[in-house]
C-alpha cells in the first residue's frame, strides 16, 4: 500500500460548476477525515466518516458540500455551483479506530488544489 | 472548542543551527501529531506522540499532556526543513477530528 491517495492533484474550474474529488485511503484505514486549507492557514476540518457511516460534518459544509464513502472504502467529496472562495487544497486523511474509540495515527494524501476561476 | 496555537509563527535559521517549535492546547486531548508540510503542500508524518517524548534521527518530540503542551526539537538543521510545521490534536469530547495548530513557517538558509 503505497498510502493515501487523491485525485485529481490540480482542477481549474469555473464558477458555477459542479467538482468531484476522490480519496482511496490505506486499504485497513476505517476512518477517513477530508480537509480544506486555504493559503497561510492551517487545514480545516470538513467532514468525518467511520466505515461507510459520516459521523461528522463541519459547520463549513454547506449545502453545496456533498460526501460520500459507499462501502466504507474510497470517498467522494463533490461541490457543486463553485464560487471563487471555495478555491482551496482540499486534504484528505485516513486512520484506524483503535480500542476505546480512539484514533491511531493519521496519514494524508497529497491534496488536490481547485482553482475556481 | 479547544485552541491549538503554536510559536514560534516564522523562524529563520542559519543551517546547522538547533531549534524548539512549542505547541499549546487549551483542554484535554487523546492524541497529538506533528507534521511538516513540504512546498507542494504534502503533510509528512514526523510524531504521534500523545505523552512522553520520542526521536528519530534529528527531530525529537515531548509532550506532556498534563500541562497541555508540545515540544519539537530540530537539531543541525538543514535547508530540506524549510517549510511549515503543524501539531493537531484530537478532543477527548467525543468528537473524532484532529484539530491543527496555526503553524510555525521554518526557513533555513544555506
Known amino acids: 500500500d503505497t498510502g493515501v491517495s487523491q485525485d485529481p492533484r490540480h482542477k481549474i474550474t469555473k464558477r458555477g460548476q459542479n467538482v468531484t474529488f476522490r480519496c482511496d485511503p490505506i486499504s485497513e484505514h476505517n476512518r477517513l477525515y477530508w480537509y480544506r486549507q486555504t493559503l497561510g492557514q492551517g487545514p480545516e476540518f470538513l467532514t468525518y466518516f467511520q466505515n461507510e457511516a459520516q459521523l461528522e460534518k463541519s459547520r463549513l459544509l454547506s449545502d453545496r458540500f456533498s460526501a460520500e464513502r459507499p462501502k466504507g472504502s474510497f470517498s467522494t467529496l463533490e461541490i457543486q455551483r463553485t464560487e471563487q472562495g471555495d478555491s482551496a487544497m482540499y486534504l484528505c486523511a485516513s486512520g484506524h479506530r483503535g480500542r476505546g474509540n480512539m484514533n491511531t495515527e493519521a496519514f494524508f494524501g497529497q491534496g488536490t488544489r481547485l482553482t475556481v476561476v | 472548542g479547544i485552541q491549538v496555537e503554536q510559536s514560534p509563527p516564522d523562524l529563520i535559521l542559519q543551517e546547522g543551527a538547533n531549534s524548539t517549535l512549542r505547541c499549546n492546547f487549551s483542554d484535554s486531548v487523546n492524541n497529538l501529531q506533528w507534521f511538516h508540510q513540504n512546498p507542494w503542500g504534502q503533510l509528512i508524518n514526523l510524531f504521534y506522540?500523545?505523552?512522553g517524548t520520542k526521536q528519530n534521527g534529528r527531530l525529537s518530540a515531548t509532550t506532556v499532556a498534563t500541562e497541555r503542551y508540545s515540544l519539537l526539537y530540530i537539531s543541525s538543521s538543514q535547508t530540506t526543513d524549510s517549510g511549515v510545521y503543524f501539531c493537531a490534536v484530537e478532543v477527548t469530547s467525543g468528537t473524532y477530528k484532529y484539530i491543527f495548530g496555526t503553524g510555525t513557517r521554518l526557513k533555513v538558509l544555506a
Open positions: 506522540i500523545p505523552s
